[in-house]
């Protein structure tokens, strides 16, 4: 199995904005702003707010009109979600670099971003002052089924899945595009965890938080689990030695500032998979 940490959501070239934890500790990924998609930061909500109210709250006045709702793993996002189907879109040279790691069935995409911590005062969303700007774990996805959709013919896609037509990537002929859809359930270490094959992870924690406390957020401590015994095996982007400084139970690592997709092959690091099956435990049970 292939772990993908997969960078998603608001970054500081598309929407300039971090994603908040909610007062309550909630995890909100923000999807970037696309004028031209079918979906509207206003037909979103969180809570009991639509998802452009709360964009206001946080300062991001420039947003309007359409997003890119991808990945849509969050079903809390939705008014209706009984004809919904979650799906994950890439394109272009990072869905190439998937492809050329080998991504398929099976593998594991789990989705960062960066985000901020917030508060309620006078009954309004903000950041708080001085809080840290991290990188945060927010979701999962197990690769169940991987579709190929191509303009102007997306028939053969939507005649199995209609609940995709309102999807980003079926709106554009992108190059290499490619949609990917979950698994019925998550299985790590060739056990069924009896959790759905995709999901958000209910609450902060640092547990997942990849940044360093007191750190710019690219600079990340993991689990020594992630360390590489041979660095041309090591998570893409990252094969470099100089990235990585190993002490005591954690690894410092300089993550790439540039990149979507950062692919692991657990078959080469297989400590990283019983490290993947404690972080659910942990989270969700």
């Not at 309007?64 to 990945?71: A, F, Y």
């Not at 670099?97 to 971003?113: I, T």
């Amino acid at each position: 199995m292939k772990l993908i940490l997969s960078r998603k959501g608001t970054d500081s070239s598309a929407g300039g904005l971090p994603s908040p934890i909610l007062p309550d500790g909630r995890l909100l990924s923000l999807p970037i702003p696309q004028s031209d998609a079918p979906i509207k930061y206003s037909e979103l909500m969180a809570g009991k707010q639509s998802l452009s109210s709360l964009i206001k709250q946080l300062g991001g006045k420039q947003w309007r009109g359409g997003c890119h709702l991808d990945p849509d793993i969050d079903r809390s996002l939705l008014k209706d979600s009984r004809n919904w189907v979650p799906a994950f879109g890439q394109f272009g040279a990072a869905q190439r670099h998937l492809e050329q790691e080998g991504v398929g069935k099976g593998d594991l995409f789990l989705f960062f971003g960066w985000y901020r911590q917030t508060e309620r005062v006078k009954g309004k969303i903000q950041f708080v002052k001085g809080a840290p700007d991290i990188h945060q774990i927010f979701g999962w996805m197990q690769v169940g089924e991987i579709l190929k959709p191509s303009l102007p013919d997306n028939e053969a896609v939507l005649a199995r899945y209609p609940q995709l037509a309102n999807h980003p990537h079926m709106q554009k002929d992108y190059q290499f595009n490619t949609i990917y859809l979950p698994s019925e359930q998550l299985v790590l270490n060739g056990r069924s965890t009896g959790l759905p094959g995709f999901g958000m992870f209910p609450q902060y924690s640092q547990a997942l938080q990849l940044t360093t406390p007191g750190e710019n957020r690219t600079h990340w401590t993991l689990s020594k689990a992630f360390y590489p015994d041979d660095f041309e095996t090591a998570l893409s982007y990252h094969r470099q030695p100089w990235r990585w400084n190993r002490g005591g139970e954690q690894v410092q690592l300089q993550a790439a500032a540039r990149g979507q997709e950062f692919v692991l092959d657990l078959a080469k690091q297989p400590a990283v998979a019983d490290w993947l099956e404690a972080q659910f435990l942990q989270q969700l049970f």
